[in-house]
């Protein structure tokens, strides 16, 4: 199991440095030289075609140090390895352990479903067909332009609104059939909606006339004040047939009104349900064009946060800012994932050597570092960020200076765990031992001291991860974590105290933190109890 693991990550490592020079965006392993970029971490050069990009030299430094990891990994355990008998029965009991095993299955799978990327949320097309051509604007980093559609004016120079892109594809006509007499088409995303810098500037909500005539909202119990469409397609809303205000739920104020091909030739003014004037310049006649709008009654959202809409795409409601939440979840889900894999692994390296070289040196060494350790803990946590969130510009701003925070304060309570180890093992025979045939120092910390405590560890990782969500969620509630541009659960949950009124916002944050936890805490509890050495260690 270790060897494909560690074969799985050197193909998906070797896979990432091949595809960043050529431009291609795979998902997640694009995140860290996207990053690099984002926050001009790396080596400034010019293209051949005198544009200004950056290497981004610490993404390569990762693989480099992935690269190294997984072959020391495929070294360390050679083909035909098998675990020891205890490490056998303590992964058999984890596996007994229903509610834990099951939890840590599910985890995997959000791992993976995380590690999809824009495959699963985005707002660019994965696949669009044009004039016989293909392009996958969400898999290259040089975006294709409106122009490469067929797009005119200033939409041809700039990126295209894909999700507009497919409905015209979609309405048939001219622009659905390719040079070739075939068919163009767009593939979008599930969630055909990004996690951030993807407002939504408007939303359809379904309106009822009821019996006296008004116009309600559904299960409102007062006339509705704001704007109405008809529509001509129930499944296609955004296609208007009329538009008009309402005031205490009559028509109250201008309307307008267009064709089937979007041209507006109908006007009129309203006051109180009454018609005071119209004008109509269609084709048809007005009767004609007034029986095409007996379809569905919207009422017209100019302001986020917007309810669940199914019919719409948005299927837990959008946040304040016209973001998807659904989209937003996900996004949030990704920072905690990439996240703990980069705080785990450093907090525990230092964590570990840190505190094994105090258990086993002692003396002067183990008191200054205690002392050093104590000056540490007593630094106000939340000063700190607030000094470095205030005072880092807003380029530099990211996942990196807040984990580099995090990692700072995050490794000292183990070094502790680890001490107490080092001090327990250090007096047993077989160190007694490596030391009289010469072994040195490293070996005896890390090959005969460190897998005697590896129980300890491995019983706090899943601990150590609900700590870092809390972290990362709790400063993002106070508005001192990472910038607008990451969708974080604690801002959603902000958001949602912000509006009350909005309670989907709220209950979509406060789930998905609580079931991570709850099975990242079983998780846990099942480590623990199946790594327990007094199940498996007899004392003499």
Request: charged share 20%; net charge neutral.
């Amino acid at each position: 199991m270790i060897r494909k693991i560690a074969w799985a990550l050197l193909f998906l490592t070797v896979l990432a440095v091949i595809a960043d020079p050529l431009g291609l965006q795979l998902p997640t392993l694009r995140w860290a030289f996207n990053a690099s970029r984002e926050m001009n971490f790396g080596i400034d050069f010019e293209t051949e075609l005198g544009v200004k990009d950056i290497f981004p030299l610490p993404a390569y430094i990762g693989c480099a140090i992935l690269v190294i990891f997984s072959v020391v990994l495929l070294v360390k355990f050679p083909r035909g390895y098998k675990a020891s008998p205890i490490t056998q029965r303590r992964i058999q009991r984890f596996k007994d352990i229903r509610r834990g095993y099951v939890a840590f299955l599910i985890l995997i799978g959000l791992a993976f479903l995380a590690s999809l990327d824009q495959l699963i949320v985005g707002k660019e097309a994965l696949v669009v067909r044009y004039n016989g051509e293909l392009f996958f604007p969400a898999f290259v980093r040089e975006k294709p332009e409106g122009a490469a559609f067929g797009l005119e004016g200033d939409a041809s120079k700039s990126a295209p609104q894909y999700r507009k892109l497919r409905e015209e594809f979609a309405d048939g006509g001219a622009r659905d059939r390719s040079a070739d007499g075939g068919d163009n088409w767009v593939l979008m995303p599930i969630v055909p909606f990004a996690s951030t810098n993807d407002t939504i500037a408007a939303q359809l909500q379904e309106i009822e006339r009821r019996g006296d005539g008004l116009l309600y909202e559904p299960g409102a119990k007062k006339p509705f004040n704001g704007v109405v469409a008809r529509v001509y397609d129930e499944d296609r809303p955004e296609r208007m047939h009329t538009r008009f205000q309402v005031r205490r739920g009559l028509p109250s104020g201008s309307m307008s009104g267009w064709d089937d091909s979007g041209v507006r030739v109908y006007t009129a003014d309203y006051r109180d349900g009454e018609q005071l004037s119209e004008r109509y310049t269609g084709e048809s006649t007005l009767d004609e064009f007034k029986s095409l709008g007996d379809g569905l009654l919207l009422a017209i959202s100019h302001s986020n946060p917007v309810q669940p809409l199914p019919k719409n795409g948005h299927l837990l409601g959008t946040t304040s800012q016209g973001f998807d939440v659904v989209a937003y979840l996900y996004g949030g889900l990704q920072v905690n994932f990439k996240a703990a894999m980069i705080y785990i692994p450093i907090v525990y390296v230092i964590g570990i050597s840190v505190g094994l070289l105090m258990g086993f040196f002692g003396g002067s060494f183990d008191l200054v570092v205690q002392r050093l350790i104590e000056v540490f803990s007593n630094i106000p946590f939340l000063f700190v960020v607030i000094i470095i969130s205030e005072s880092v510009p807003d380029i530099y701003k990211g996942l990196g200076p807040i984990l580099i925070i995090l990692i700072l304060f995050g490794w000292m309570g183990m070094t502790y765990l680890m001490r107490t180890a080092a001090l327990k093992e250090k007096a047993r025979d077989y160190v007694a031992s490596a030391r009289v045939i010469g072994a040195p120092t490293s070996t005896i910390l890390f090959k005969h001291i460190l897998p005697n405590a590896v129980a300890i560890l491995v019983t706090l990782i899943p601990f150590s991860v609900s700590g870092l969500i809390m972290s990362l969620t709790s400063l993002d509630y106070l508005g001192f974590g990472l910038p607008q541009k990451y969708p974080t659960w604690g801002r959603l949950l902000q958001d949602g105290l912000n509006n009350l009124s909005a309670s989907w916002l709220a209950t979509s944050a406060f789930l998905a933190l609580v079931t991570v936890l709850i099975l990242v805490t079983f998780v846990g509890e099942a480590v623990r109890e199946a790594f327990d050495p007094k199940k498996f260690t007899t004392y003499q």
